[in-house]
């Protein structure tokens, strides 16, 4: 079982990290995927402490959409900062998360698309897969990613992440090569639209995560959200497939490996 999408190195865990470690490797999990903001040195220092607790422990790095604001003035900076931390953590295997984020719009539009672009680009150059985070800018996302490459001989690959989008989107997704991953949303009783787009999604392009520690499954929902619970992604995953929840650990952690090759 792999948690594909974490932030355990957010100031959230500084507290407890040897716990929620531990409680990772006793739930079964093989590894995690933790996501670090480009050039935040504090998750640095907390991403370089949890490769002592868990030396299998995998990043991605990139510029979220919230934050491209902070290169309004010039987007391709964000790339350099990028470039130079994943060149210096050894255990990165993919840039992300990275996208567009039209709901919150924390950042300008132009800016958001020329960071995102400058980053797949990094990662086509890099030869690694992307983690996307796209909301309420699907057609702009899937636009920039077939301009990029995407779906033309794999030569950008990636997933979406926390994925709660339409039929649409999801068949987009696929077409171009990528797969899609699941978090706690998936149990949420009113995610019933979710599920039955899940369901006919092949089981050999779906990942599993908790986006932790945002958006902890029922029923745990309301709490820090934290590897640990992926088995309740898992399980569901599992029952709307008609599969043996070990059967779809070990198919979804396949598909990981497929992916990011850690």
Not at 23 to 32: E, I, S, T
Not at 117 to 129: D, F
Request: net charge negative.
């Amino acid at each position: 079982m792999i948690d594909s999408h974490c932030h355990l190195a957010d100031e959230t865990f500084a507290k407890d990290l040897d716990q929620v470690v531990a409680r990772a490797k006793d739930a079964g999990l093989q590894r995690v995927m933790v996501i670090l903001e480009g050039g935040n040195a504090k998750e640095a220092e907390q991403a370089a402490r949890l490769e002592q607790l868990w030396p299998d422990t995998r990043f991605a790095i990139g510029v979220h959409p919230h934050q491209a604001h902070q290169f309004s003035d010039d987007p391709q900076s964000a790339v350099s900062v990028v470039r130079e931390q994943f060149a210096a953590t050894p255990s990165a295997r993919a840039i992300g998360e990275i996208g567009l984020d039209y709901h919150y719009d924390f950042s300008p539009r132009d800016v958001q698309q020329a960071v995102f672009r400058g980053q797949v680009r990094l990662a086509r150059e890099l030869q690694r897969p992307i983690v996307i985070h796209t909301r309420e800018a699907d057609e702009d996302t899937l636009a920039i990613l077939r301009e990029e490459g995407a779906g033309e001989d794999g030569q950008v690959r990636g997933v979406l992440h926390c994925f709660t989008g339409s039929d649409a989107l999801a068949g987009a997704g696929l077409d171009l090569g990528f797969y899609i991953s699941l978090a706690g949303i998936i149990t949420f009783p009113r995610a019933g639209d979710l599920r039955a787009t899940v369901r006919r999604v092949p089981v050999d392009r779906l990942l599993t995560e908790t986006d932790s520690p945002f958006l902890a499954p029922v029923p745990h929902r309301g709490k820090r959200n934290e590897p640990a619970y992926v088995a309740r992604v898992v399980d569901t995953l599992a029952d709307l497939h008609g599969l043996a929840p070990a059967d779809m650990a070990a198919r979804t952690s396949a598909n990981f490996h497929t992916l990011f090759r850690p």
